[in-house]
């Protein structure tokens, strides 16, 4: 599987868990709905996305 289908899967669920948390327990938990989104608009401009460089190095590990 690739890396960016990684972090899409990674950032959809993040997405889906915080709102229903959000929901359920506490509407704080939207704010971290919000950090990821962020995150992902930032990536689109500057091609820099922290999940990509900890995948890169558990990958690169698993193949050593």
Known sequence: M????IIR????????LSLALGYLFSPYWHLFTAFVGLNLFQSGFTNFCPLEIVLRKVMKNESA
């Open 2 to 5: 690739s890396i960016e289908r």
């Open 9 to 16: 899967i990674v950032a959809g669920t993040f997405v889906l």
